[in-house]
């Protein structure tokens, strides 16, 4: 079985974020990781292979990022390939702090921002309910601070899902 290896860019321009970081990952030795690391909220964005005019992004969280994007990656049976797949962002706090919790919320607050976007294409099978990640007061306001600067830079970044489209196209 020959090794898969995939180019995934983790980058963070804005001070709540670390610093940026490319590297070339190998997806088997990445799913073998057996630790757990903090939660991370992940966006997967691509083409659709149908229609090259729509793109596509799948918006989560995890507490293994590791084994989820060799999951992802992986064309087993039973897995949950994303075949779109091009460009990857991963998100983390400065502190490496978040929840579970704090985690749920900024994942339903993005996939509820790409709703605006008829340019693309949100394939999450289960759609946020409107208590997922329920927080205190102060822990929302700091996750509405991050979802809006994670608006910000995956702007930056050149991927307009998060850009409200009022209109035709």
Not at 17 to 42: C, H, M, P, T, W
Not at 92 to 109: G, M, P, Q, W
Not at 139 to 156: H, I, N, P
């Amino acid at each position: 079985m020959a090794t898969q290896t995939g180019s995934v860019s983790l980058k963070y321009p804005c001070p709540q974020f670390k610093q940026s970081l490319s590297e070339e990952i190998n997806f088997d030795a990445l799913g073998r990781r057996s630790q757990k690391l903090s939660v991370r909220v992940y966006l997967l964005i691509g083409t659709d292979e149908n229609d090259p005019d729509r793109l596509i992004a799948y918006i989560d969280e995890s507490e293994g990022i590791g084994a989820r994007l060799y999951t992802h990656n992986s064309s087993d049976a039973g897995r949950d390939p994303k075949g779109f797949w091009t460009d990857t962002v991963v998100l983390i706090s400065k502190d490496e702090n978040l929840t579970k919790s704090h985690a749920r919320y900024v994942e339903a607050c993005l996939i509820r921002a790409v709703g605006s976007n008829p340019r693309w294409l949100v394939p999450n099978s289960k759609r946020p309910s409107e208590d997922a990640g329920k927080l205190p007061l102060p822990d929302r306001a700091a996750m509405e601070e991050f979802v809006d600067q994670t608006k910000t830079l995956v702007g930056a970044l050149g991927w307009d899902l998060f850009r409200e489209v009022r209109g035709r196209l």
